[in-house]
């Protein structure tokens, strides 16, 4: 598939190549991290003002989860509750934390009026698969759990992610459908990672190997998951499910200039085919990793406005 740089997108991809950055897969992950977080700063938009930003610890077997609670000053309340969505940083599952994705989290408790929970799920290599699909459930669990505590609605808990993050996302929603967790309001995948055997088209194209480069998706895999036989599991590649019946309605977003687009492309399409109402939105001159970059890419602000009203949308 043809992909052609929006201007603006073209013009961070220079400053990127400019900069001379170490690629990450050269990088120790605790390296990789530092550098990650440190991009921020040039990327991140000024964050909007909210009521009340506050961590959070969440109990869990292993020991606590860290959080962060996002409240809106216009919180759309019902009964004195407000909708919520548990948030899963992206990250290749070894770098990212709250902080990486702080920014974009306070946009989207803005721009949806409701309350975001950011979750800092454990990191590989350290804590390989499944560390952190037993820590982004256990957290949509306990919020649930607690949510009138948390000024939560929790017939309207939605969960949601970029990359990474959307991967845990989808497997939140399945596991949840299955028994283990809340029922769902909605699933927000931003450019999700759901199939790591990485056969489809979008990991093999010069044109996408832009920002997440195909060398740096491999990186991942291989520092997140234990073997081959992971790959399999849906718990790891959501894709591979038995069923995507009766999961509750996704917002999936795509990017043209990715290595993931083509599996999120083909996830989306799945999810229609079995009744699951479904938003799609594809940015065909963007790159994996522009949602954060609203201080660069203004294509970024609006994907964060058309998820905000999708969610306002939901109730």
């Not at 497997?171 to 283990?180: E, H, I, K, Q, T």
């Not at 489809?200 to 920002?211: A, D, R």
Request: charged share 20%.
């Amino acid at each position: 598939m043809p992909v052609v740089l929006d201007p603006d997108a073209a013009a961070v991809y220079r400053a990127f190549q400019e900069a001379g950055r170490p690629p990450y897969e050269t990088l120790p992950p605790a390296e990789a991290r530092d550098d990650y977080l440190r991009a921020r700063f040039a990327t991140n938009p000024e964050p909007p003002e909210l009521a009340r930003v506050a961590p959070l610890s969440i109990p869990a077997p292993h020991g606590a989860i860290p959080a962060r609670i996002y409240v809106p000053k216009q919180p759309r309340l019902k009964d004195g509750l407000a909708p919520a969505l548990v948030f899963f940083h992206g990250g290749g599952w070894v770098i990212g934390d709250l902080d990486s994705h702080d920014v974009v989290c306070r946009q989207l408790a803005d721009a949806g009026a409701l309350i975001v929970i950011a979750i800092d799920y454990r990191l590989a290599p350290e804590h390989k698969f499944p560390a952190a699909t037993d820590d982004a459930i256990a957290a949509t669990k306990w919020v649930a759990a607690n949510a009138r505590e948390l000024g939560i609605d929790p017939a309207r808990l939605s969960i949601g992610g970029d990359s990474a993050g959307g991967n845990l996302a989808a497997v939140v929603a399945l596991a949840a459908r299955d028994g283990d967790g809340p029922k769902l309001a909605g699933q927000v995948l931003i450019y999700p990672a759901v199939d790591f055997a990485m056969t489809h088209g979008s990991h093999s194209e010069p044109e996408t190997s832009v920002l997440l480069t195909h060398a740096v998706v491999r990186w991942f895999r291989d520092h997140y998951l234990n073997g081959a036989a992971d790959i399999h599991d849906w718990r790891a590649s959501p894709a591979r499910a038995t069923t995507l019946i009766g999961l509750p309605p996704a917002y999936v977003l795509t990017a043209g200039a990715d290595p993931l687009r083509d599996e999120g492309e083909e996830y989306a399409a799945r999810l229609k085919q079995v009744g699951v109402p479904v938003t799609t939105k594809h940015y065909p001159g963007q790159f994996h990793g522009f949602f954060t970059m609203g201080k660069l890419l203004q294509q970024a602000n609006v994907a964060v406005s058309e998820i905000g009203a999708w969610l306002k949308a939901l109730g």
